[in-house]
């Protein structure tokens, strides 16, 4: 990894979006959980923790791996559809107030100071989460499911995000809640911010608990002392 780069050279900021703009992770759960019951397959909320940022269809073959079972293409896209079905009923339930504590703020006040900001989420109902929360129009770019065929830890989502904003990988910094995300930062050459704790996300260069109550001038200063 480079040195870290000084404050005044970040100028892009790309987000995941479960986990760290808002918690949909436990009506991702829930939706797969149905799943699995149908099929099954014992399906607990560790199992859960090994489908956080990855595709909808790797998840759904790791539901198979645990369960050790296997399926046809067409019977793989027919659950994947299913279980989008299931998703949707509970996201189009989305309120404003979901959206995780600080959030709002933080990306307003790094929108007003310059910086360019993307999301770069699997998720390929990014653009309806982000309209429910009334925030899609703090980000100058989505980069989601729809847009990228491979999952993190490849940096494809990442690095299509930061080409968007016209900024180069090492003046970005990620911020991400899974360690698959983590890596994926890492792999395109940017900065991870972990949203979360150490033992789940052990190879961040900086941890936050969250956005609440920081200013993106202050992650860039702790970012500076820990690579010194």
């Known amino acids: 990894m480079q ?12 987000f995941d979006l479960d986990g760290v703009i808002v918690d949909t992770a436990k009506y991702h759960y829930l939706a797969w959980k149905k799943l699995a019951d149908d099929m ?11 489908l956080k940022g990855v595709s909808r269809k790797r ?6 791996e645990i369960g050790n079972l296997s ?19 509970y996201i189009k339930q989305l309120t404003e107030e979901e959206v ?37 129009e703090l980000f100058d770019e989505i980069i989601d499911g729809n847009a990228v065929s491979k999952a993190k830890p490849d940096p494809e989502v990442f690095i299509m995000g930061a080409k968007s904003l016209k900024v180069p990988y090492d003046n970005c910094i990620v911020f991400e809640d ?13 900065f991870a911010v972990g949203i979360g704790s150490s033992e789940n996300l052990p190879q961040a260069d900086l941890l936050l608990p969250g956005l609440n ?14 690579r010194k």
Do not use: W
């Not at 998840?59 to 198979?64: R, W």
């Not at 360690?179 to 792999?187: C, F, L, M, P």
């Not at 109550?213 to 820990?226: H, W």
């Open 71 to 89: 399926l046809s293409e067409e019977e793989k896209e027919k659950n994947c559809e299913k279980k989008n079905a299931l998703y949707l009923t």
């Open 213 to 226: 109550n920081i200013t993106i001038e202050e992650i860039c200063k702790r970012l500076q002392e820990v």
């Open 3 to 14: 040195e870290i780069v000084k404050k005044k050279e970040i100028k892009g900021l790309l």
């Open 100 to 136: 995780l504590p600080g959030v709002r703020k933080f990306l307003t006040e790094a929108r007003a100071k310059g910086y360019k900001i993307a999301l770069g989420s699997a998720s390929r109902n990014a653009v309806l989460i982000l309209d429910r929360l009334g925030i899609k």
């Open 178 to 190: 899974a360690a698959a995300g983590i890596e994926a930062a890492h792999n395109a050459g940017m």
């Open 40 to 50: 099954g397959i014992p399906f607990t909320t560790g199992n859960n923790e090994r």
């Open 59 to 64: 998840s759904l073959e790791i539901i198979l």
